[in-house]
């Protein structure tokens, strides 16, 4: 059964930095996505970022020139380095990967954005 083990987030002022980390388990597959979706209060999920295994990424123009994400192949590790961070920013965020066509979640990690 693939795991995902989520790391980071926490509280910081507006304007700070954030590292998300997320390292999936169970499985000897590369993941073919691995990406971060978050939910913020009353709002539906929403995809902030994912990337491929070949290296495409995918960026929600919300967060596009401020967030940057990163992988490793390898270790089925996914980063999401989160900079300039603003209140709206404010949200559960969740580790996503697919494996074999099949999709698995972190149970996500808070990142709170004080203004």
């Known amino acids: 059964q693939v795991q995902l083990l989520e790391s980071g987030g926490g509280l910081v002022q507006a304007g700070g930095s954030l590292r998300l980390s997320c390292a999936a388990s169970g499985t000897i597959f590369t993941a073919n996505v691995m990406g971060w979706y978050r939910r913020a209060p009353g709002k539906q999920r929403e995809l902030v970022a994912a990337?491929?295994?070949?290296?495409?990424?995918n960026y929600a123009g919300s967060v596009k020139g401020r967030f940057t994400i990163s992988r490793d192949n390898a270790k089925n590790t996914v980063s999401l380095q989160m900079n300039s961070l603003k209140s709206e920013d404010t949200a559960v965020y969740y580790c996503?990967?697919?494996?074999?066509?099949?999709?698995?979640w972190g149970q996500g990690t808070q990142v709170t954005v004080s203004s």
């Open positions: 996503y990967a697919e494996f074999l066509g099949a999709n698995y």
């Open positions: 990337m491929f295994s070949g290296g495409d990424t």
